[in-house]
Structure formats: structure tokens, C-alpha cells
């Protein structure tokens, strides 16, 4: 099932600073993660993307943002400051109800210090 199908992703998370001094994330997916998630969008589900961000490496993860694309700029912090960002898959069904997401920990986390006062 679905469930099975999100334990064999691998998203990565990848930062960049942008030229206003925002943190835009992205989720990498490798070949294999993008064909299991066009298999569940295929049999009518609709995937969306769950940014979290933290100010510790492994816990305390809050949600930033839920979207149906891959990216998302940070445009708020404490100068100085490292955050840690990841991102969860997360399946919907045709109601638009939940049904699915991947465990945070499967995202490898992109990290960035907030320069921006």
C-alpha cells in the first residue's frame, strides 16, 4: 500500500541562501523516490510536502509549511542563528484527508546560519 510505498523514499533536503539573505529548501528526490511518488499520484492520491525547521540537529522539528511543491523559502530567524531543516512526503486522498506521511527522521537535513537581521 501507500504506507509501504513511503518507507522507501530517501528525501533529502537541500539549502541555499538566496540573494535577499532567505533560506530557500528544497526536497531532492532520487529517480527511484520520484517513480513511487508519480505510482501513488497515478492511483489518484495527491502528494504535498511538509517543511519543518528546528534549532537542534535530531529533535524539536516545528512545521513551517504543507505546499504541493518541493521548495520553500524561509524568510524569518534570529540573527546568528543555525537552523535545521527537513521535510516530510505526505499522501492525501481524494477528500483531501491525510492518509499517509513519511517519518521525519528518513529526511537527511540541510542546515543554514541566519545571517538576515
Do not use: H
Not at 534570529?78 to 531543516?85: E, G, I, L, P, V
Amino acid at each position: 500500500g501507500v504506507r509501504e510505498l513511503l518507507t522507501q523514499l530517501t528525501p533529502v533536503a537541500r539549502s541555499v541562501k538566496t540573494p535577499n539573505k532567505n533560506v530557500k529548501v528544497t526536497v531532492n528526490l532520487d529517480e527511484t523516490d520520484k517513480a513511487i511518488i508519480d505510482r501513488i499520484e497515478d492511483t489518484g492520491y495527491t502528494v504535498k510536502y511538509n517543511f519543518y525547521r528546528s534549532t537542534k540537529k535530531s529533535s524539536k522539528y516545528k512545521s513551517m509549511l504543507i505546499k504541493s511543491g518541493k521548495s520553500y523559502t524561509n524568510t524569518k530567524g534570529k540573527k546568528d542563528r543555525m537552523y535545521f531543516y527537513k521535510a516530510r512526503v505526505q499522501v492525501y486522498d481524494a477528500e483531501g484527508k491525510p492518509i499517509a506521511r513519511t517519518a521525519l527522521k528518513q529526511c537527511k537535513d540541510a542546515n543554514r546560519k541566519w545571517t538576515k537581521k
